[in-house]
């Protein structure tokens, strides 16, 4: 019951996060990135900060400046910021289908830095994930856009701050987490915002859209942290990939996007390999605990 109740909480975390992209993607069509940044952080700290209240924990926790906090916020930045000009500039099906291949990035960095045993297997999975990546940005070849490059970015960033995150101290909630993650995201849009020098302008219907973005992405983080507490990781972590069909379905359904058979294929090696990935790390670590319990 709890792999039951933590897949279905997967699921429900991937499709709000999948709606809260094509609110932003939305949004950005007569709002500037900056301007978004701003308020979708603004909006997510304080959510997040009645969340941490609520719970009885201080929000200016000593171990906020340490190395690992500070590398994190700026992970953030940067995925959050590349990702969101990547699904305002390229289809969103394909800037989502190359987000799927942040946790093999992470992984390499596990053990680069974490000195995590990696087999010969997960090593393939990982080559055959980023020759999906390719195929779905084709560099050299008529169908590359550059702005697709954007989500590989974001990629990079997102794999920083997980490994940012587990490096952190563990006295840290994830509420707290939440607050000073959105909170980055304030000074960073200001910052876009003055760069750009794109006027100040907010519609109605964009604000509802940013607003919708916020309340889907806290429910999102939180349905992900449900998820990921009820039951074992290496059953639940694989529906992570449902975020792509969500992905794939707004793309067609809402703007329009019609995915090519090379972003289609590319899209499931990388999909194939990540849950590959999984079950190998599932298996590593399970024979690590017979091994040490022997």
């Not at 992209?21 to 950005?28: P, R």
């Not at 989502?96 to 974490?114: D, E, K, W």
């Not at 084709?138 to 550059?146: H, S, Y």
């Amino acid at each position: 019951m709890n792999n039951t109740k933590g897949s279905l909480f997967m699921v429900a975390a991937m499709a709000a996060f999948s709606i809260e992209d094509m609110l932003i993607k939305s949004a950005a069509e007569t709002t500037s990135i900056g301007l978004i940044l701003a308020l979708f952080g603004l909006g997510g700290m304080l959510i997040f900060m009645l969340l941490t209240w609520r719970k009885g924990q201080i929000i200016l926790h000593p171990a906020l400046m340490s190395k690992p906090i500070l590398i994190r916020a700026v992970c953030e930045v940067i995925g959050r910021f590349c990702f969101a000009l990547a699904i305002t500039l390229t289809p969103l099906s394909s800037a989502s289908a190359i987000l799927q291949a942040t946790p093999l990035i992470a992984m390499i960095g596990a053990a680069l830095l974490f000195g995590e045993q990696v087999g010969f297997k997960r090593w393939i999975a990982v080559l055959v994930g980023f020759c999906g990546v390719l195929m779905i940005i084709r560099p050299g070849l008529d169908g590359f856009e550059a702005t697709s490059l954007f989500a590989v970015v974001a990629t990079l960033g997102f794999a920083g701050r997980d490994l940012a995150t587990r490096a952190a101290s563990p006295v840290l909630s994830n509420m707290q987490l939440g607050v000073y993650g959105f909170f980055v995201l304030i000074p960073a849009g200001i910052a876009i915002q003055l760069y750009q020098h794109e006027p100040l302008q907010l519609s109605s219907t964009a604000a509802v859209q940013i607003i919708g973005a916020i309340v889907f992405g806290v429910m999102a983080y939180n349905a992900l942290t449900i998820a990921m507490r009820a039951g074992d990781v290496s059953v639940i972590s694989p529906f992570r990939y449902t975020r792509l069909l969500f992905a794939l379905g707004l793309g067609i359904f809402i703007f329009g996007e019609s995915p090519d058979l090379a972003t289609l294929l590319g899209s499931l090696l990388v999909v194939l390999s990540g849950g590959y990935t999984l079950i190998q790390t599932r298996k590593t670590v399970t024979a690590s605990l017979i091994k040490s319990s022997a």
